[in-house]
């Protein structure tokens, strides 16, 4: 009894940990200036349509969520940080959609089984630190013959490098945890979600970031703006050898990436994958 009570406490501490994480920085300007395609290509290859129930998981401040409801779906955007949500209703006004807006673990979706037509997560779920349950929980909230559809980063991309680059420098993952870039390999994707599925698409594609005169401009941005490179500096920051040694590593990557003849242009590779529930 008391092993279950502490696991059930270390899960609270790890899921406030990740709340705030992502409550750090400003992560609706990331979504809003430089991946914003990505909800739209994830919603046109999931075939969202008209009075379908789709579930947005790990939504942040809704790219999937809104592309989805401009199709006059019933969309429930639902993610770990509410405080993202204000962001994310703002940009729906915006854009004349509607659709809901509810605090959720995708680790544990506080849904009945079989409750959506469609569950997307666009560079969301994959951060889910135990990626079997998240993706049962994906499975068990679609209807038998919905879709799930899933973007994300992949292990050796960009984004997958900038975790790879970053992980020396930060804390431990917890027990059982998995890299999030995981979910941007096909074959890790296609084991989570087994015999459940079927009709599986997947393809590589690349969202191209640019806005920045140099590398050291993008990483100086970057340390400001997004949650988990914010966390791996906090981490390290009574050590200025180390926070150097990262300032470094996190430019020279970003210098090889950079296909620009006037700033900084990077592609950022993801993987596109659509499946059936069976």
């Keep these: 009894m008391t092993d279950t009570l502490d696991a059930v406490a270390a899960d609270r501490a790890l899921k406030a940990r990740h709340r705030a994480m992502w409550g750090l920085g400003d992560y609706p300007s990331v979504a809003r200036d430089l991946i914003p395609e990505l909800g739209r290509v994830l919603v046109e290859a999931a075939g969202v349509g008209r009075g379908e129930r789709v579930l947005d998981v790990a939504a942040g401040t809704g790219n999937a969520a809104v592309p989805a409801a401009l199709t006059g779906a019933q969309v429930v955007a639902s993610d770990l940080t509410p405080e993202l949500f204000e962001a994310g209703r703002e940009s729906a006004a915006r ?118 005169p140099s590398a050291e401009a993008w990483r100086d ?27 470094r590593d996190l430019a020279a990557l970003a210098a090889r990436y950079d296909r620009g003849t006037d700033g900084l242009v990077l592609d950022w590779e993801y993987l596109l994958l659509t499946a059936r529930r069976v």
């Design 95 to 212: 854009a004349g959609a509607e659709l809901t807006w509810e605090e959720g673990d995708a680790e544990a979706l506080p849904y009945g089984d079989a409750s959506f037509d469609v569950v997307l997560s666009c560079v969301g779920v994959m951060f889910a630190p135990h990626h079997q349950r998240a993706a049962d929980e994906l499975v068990r909230v679609c209807r038998p013959g919905g879709r799930i559809g899933l973007v994300s980063w992949t292990p050796e991309g960009f984004v997958g490098e900038m975790f790879t680059t970053m992980k020396p420098y930060a804390p431990p993952p917890p027990p059982g945890g998995q890299p999030p870039p995981l979910w941007g390999d096909e074959q890790h994707v296609r084991d989570l979600l087994g015999d459940r599925v079927t009709d599986v698409v997947a393809r590589r594609q690349v969202v191209t970031a640019s806005g920045w």
């Design 221 to 247: 941005h970057w340390k400001t703006v997004y949650g988990p490179t914010i966390a791996v500096y906090r981490h390290i920051a009574d050590d200025p050898d180390r926070v150097a040694a990262l300032d």
